[in-house]
């Protein structure tokens, strides 16, 4: 069993690809390297070159593997099916080129959810009809990843979208076959969300195919869900704090992977606002410290 560490481009505020305020896709490169990872996320699709030599040969400089890929965009609305079957066809494609396993689902922030991120009891939910719709839009970019390119595809719930609480994803992978849709499991999203993720992932860790290590301040969360507080705002007042810091009990976490005899990567991810985050480097080697102190 091996678990290996990696990061992604959120951690240097990356949320979009043609984000003024985003870092060089080069400085991100290097100074996840620098803090001591070996692996990294694609980003938002554009960030990085879509030309595979162009990127093999920067990965290969930087001694980092590339790990998985992201497809947050608005699932939710079937006005942006365009939208989310680009991201999703451009993402498989920039993956497979590169050898990378992970292709992973979120469905992007939707105002109808945004005052409710937290707040469980209060979300709107979709109609039937709606649901259905949705799920299958999801269940399709699932089956191309899994079998037109042979990725593993993983749903990650997230803060304000229509998969944010815990029995909005449980629903979701009761309908969808696990043969092409596994979980990417984010610990802060699901403490964010009010849920427990050690429980969480005792209950469904053989469907777990890949994680996200975010950790959660415990303060500023309570004061963001009572302010409704918008996810990109929180973000920006420090929600995602460094791992350790936070209310995610980490040795647990690492005690239910190494029982499961969990086999590949754990990426951390700490979600911030690139113009207001001093020092992303310094985060990112911190968080790598805390990990290897407590046996990752």
């Not at 965009?73 to 066809?89: C, E, K, L, N, S």
Request: charged share 25%; glycine share 10%.
């Amino acid at each position: 069993m091996t678990i290996q560490i990696g990061n992604a481009p959120c951690s240097w505020g990356v949320e979009f690809a043609n984000d003024p305020r985003n870092p060089a896709w080069q400085t991100v490169l290097s100074q996840c390297a620098e803090a001591g990872y070996t692996g990294i996320e694609l980003g938002p699709v554009g960030f990085m070159p879509e030309d595979p030599a162009v990127l093999a040969e920067a990965l290969d400089q930087n001694g980092l593997e590339l790990i998985g890929g992201v497809v947050f965009r608005a699932f939710h609305d079937p006005a942006q099916w365009d939208d989310v079957m680009d991201g999703a066809v451009r993402t498989c494609k920039a993956l497979s080129a590169h050898g990378a396993k992970h292709l992973v689902l979120i469905d992007s922030i939707s105002p109808r959810r945004a005052p409710t991120a937290g707040r469980a009891d209060e979300a709107e939910q979709m109609d039937k009809a709606e649901w259905t719709a949705y799920r299958d839009r999801i269940a399709t970019v699932a089956k191309m990843g899994a079998e037109d390119y042979g990725l593993t595809v993983g749903m990650h719930a997230h803060a304000a979208g229509f998969i944010d609480f815990e029995p909005e994803l449980e629903r979701l992978l009761d309908e969808v076959d696990e043969k092409i849709l596994k979980i990417c499991f984010d610990t802060g999203h699901h403490s964010y969300a009010g849920f427990d993720p050690v429980a969480f992932m005792k209950r469904h860790i053989d469907r777990i195919s890949y994680m996200h290590f975010k950790d959660i301040d415990p303060e500023i969360k309570a004061r963001v869900i009572a302010n409704r507080t918008g996810f990109y705002d929180a973000c920006g007042q420090g929600i995602f704090c460094n791992l350790g810091d936070g209310d995610v009990d980490f040795p647990a976490v690492r005690q239910v992977l190494l029982d499961a005899g969990f086999d590949g990567w754990c990426t951390v991810e700490q979600d911030c606002d690139p113009t207001l985050d001093p020092d992303p480097v310094g985060d990112a080697r911190a968080n790598r410290a805390y990990l290897q102190s407590i046996g990752f």
